[in-house]
Nanobody
Framework: QVQLVESGGGLVQAGGSLRLSCATS????????MGWFRQAPGKEREFVAAISWNSGSTYVADSVKGRFTISRDNAKNTLFLQMNSLKPEDTAVYYC?????????????????WGQGTQVTVSS
């Protein structure tokens, strides 16, 4: 069973930055695509960003394009999400996820393992 542990969330003012991390002890991490999703209160979980197994391909949602960057360090089994120019509408619980496939999907249902989530709150 893959275990994912997110960290780096918190409270930040609009315009600020945060860097989320997602660590796993799973040795096969480097073979799988990974993604970040978020869920705000009363809303469905939505795609934020994803990355292929070897970082050869990434994709970010239009709502965060130019502000968020996804990356991974396979040697350290860690996924990152650098979030800059944060806006109040970015407030949500952020989840990392693993897809047992080399290439990512934008659909939450395509992912096999999920972290517990980390809260990001952006104040205006």
């Amino acid at each position: 069973q893959v275990q994912l542990v997110e960290s780096g969330g918190g409270l930040v003012q609009a315009g600020g930055s945060l860097r989320l991390s997602c660590a796993t002890s799973e040795r096969t991490f480097s073979s799988y695509a990974m993604g970040w999703f978020r869920q705000a209160p009363g809303k469905e979980r939505e795609f934020v960003a994803a990355i292929s197994w070897n970082s050869g391909s990434t994709y970010v949602a239009d709502s965060v394009k130019g502000r968020f960057t996804i990356s991974r360090d396979n040697a350290k089994n860690t996924l990152f999400l650098q979030m800059n120019s944060l806006k109040p509408e970015d407030t949500a619980v952020y989840y990392c996820a693993v897809r047992r496939h080399t290439y990512y999907s934008l659909r939450p249902g395509a992912y096999d393992y999920w972290g517990q989530g980390t809260q990001v709150t952006v104040s205006s």
